[in-house]
């Protein structure tokens, strides 16, 4: 990993948060893992999407439920647009479906004026039409209930089934651990890193981090890297793939003889903004850590905000509503959840000592909320205003079978997840290995 620039703005306040991504506390840590492996084969990872909604049979977009088979969402969207002869931005998914895996999705096509008989029949080898039908609005991201999960995990032995029951149960009953899994922190796991950079106004010490020599640095980016190391820019730019647009867009700034303030400037919002949120995101796991560690993951605390999961409209605990029936049914329900910071000048404060906890990790990573609102009102960078995040989701209907087919011994999981969630943190909690992440329904 390369150095930070400001030294005494950014190395000095180096703690464990700087040492990479802070791995998980499992909730069911005394629950052995079982090991193995997943996504070995398209047909292990299966996905099926649950509908927000039916179509109403009629209106100026073709409703489909599609099942695809080794291909990304992305690629889906470019097939279909092709065979209806629509813009991209014609086809409409409610969120993102893994690419190793057999996935099952609604999708919407803008064709006004047309019905599904004024189009050929779809023939695809990686995709096909499950049901087709008509609507009157376009399907947005995050038009959806959930997912059904079904997962194979190779390299285990069938009677591993009883720790995948034992995690599985525990889950269901106590929820899943709402933590960010690695593909948040980016393919160099240090995205969180930038943001801190970013949010401590040290422009140099993120562009070191994204762009300089380090631990981890795929092949395609060595030359460059080792361009920019050696202040190199011109070389650095050219050497640097096209497929890598924020890099590229710093290091052509710097390669014109601009400064690092510049150079951060020139990155794309969105980019800059993901780098922010990993920040973010980095210090909510090790608030979620804590209060694992804690065992009141499914508990209400005075001077918690509860989480209603339907509203998303915060509200406090105190030691009177805290006890109170009803709350604790809520709570029981999965209908509320205690909640965790994404830290920003808008995110609603907790009281007392959840929030002492609270600024404690954010202090953990050498910053402060004044570092917060300074970021936000300096040129050039844009704060993500912040909010609050569950802490816990529920696992639904989970179920496990262990077996052998013609590929070897396994252990199935089965188990529903509300949208915005991770199959692979359920995962993680039973196999204890670590496990990277596609993009999923957030």
């Not at 910071?341 to 609603?348: A, F, N, S, V």
């Amino acid at each position: 990993m390369a150095a930070m620039g400001n030294e005494a703005g950014v190395s000095g306040t180096r703690s464990a948060f700087g040492a990479g991504v802070v791995g998980p506390v499992y909730l069911t840590r005394d629950v052995p893992g079982i090991g193995g492996a997943i996504k070995e084969r398209d047909e292990d990872f299966m996905v099926d999407e649950i509908p927000l909604y039916e179509p109403r049979g009629s209106g100026d977009y073709i409703y489909m439920y599609v099942e695809k088979r080794g291909m990304s969402t992305i690629q889906m969207r470019d097939v279909l647009a092709g065979h209806f002869g629509v813009a991209q931005r014609d086809i409409g998914h409610a969120g993102l479906k893994d690419k190793r895996a057999i996935t099952r999705q609604v999708v919407s096509v803008h064709t006004p004026g047309k019905t599904p008989e004024d189009f050929p029949s779809l023939s695809h080898p990686k995709l096909t039409v499950q049901w087709i039908d008509m609507h009157d609005n376009r399907l947005e991201r995050g038009h959806l209930a959930g997912n059904r999960f079904v997962i194979k995990v190779r390299g285990v032995t069938p009677t591993s089934v009883v720790e995948a029951q034992n995690s599985l149960a525990r889950l269901s009953r106590t929820g899943l651990p709402n933590r960010f899994g690695l593909q948040r922190f980016g393919y160099l796991q240090n995205n969180h890193l930038v943001g801190r950079a970013m949010v401590l106004g040290d422009a140099r010490g993120a562009l070191d981090l994204m762009l300089g020599v380090g631990p981890v640095m795929p092949d395609l980016q060595r030359e460059a890297r080792e361009a920019y190391a050696s202040g190199d820019m011109r070389r650095a730019f050219e050497s640097m793939p096209k497929v890598f647009k924020g890099e590229r867009q710093a290091l052509r700034v710097l390669a014109g003889g601009g400064d690092h303030e510049s150079a951060i400037g020139a990155i794309d919002a969105t980019a800059a903004g993901f780098y922010i949120s990993s920040f973010q995101s980095a210090v909510f796991n090790t608030v979620l850590n804590r209060r694992i560690g804690s065992g009141t993951l499914d508990r209400l605390v005075p001077g918690d905000l509860a989480f209603p999961i339907k509203s998303r409209d915060v509200f406090a605990v105190n030691e009177t509503n805290g006890s109170e029936p009803e709350l604790l049914d809520r709570l029981a329900s999965f209908e509320i959840s205690p909640s965790g910071p994404m830290w920003g000048t808008t995110m609603p404060r907790a009281s007392g000592a959840i929030d002492e906890t609270e600024l404690e990790a954010l202090a953990s990573a050498g910053v402060t909320p004044e570092d917060l609102s300074a970021c936000e009102t300096r040129s050039g960078y844009q704060m993500i205003g912040g909010d609050r995040r569950p802490m816990r989701i529920p696992v639904v209907d989970p179920d496990v079978e262990g077996g052998v087919d013609e590929h070897g011994s396994y252990v199935r999981c089965s188990f529903e997840l509300p949208r915005g969630s991770f199959a692979t943190t359920v995962m993680d909690e039973v196999m204890k290995v670590p496990l990277g992440e596609e993009p999923g329904d957030g």
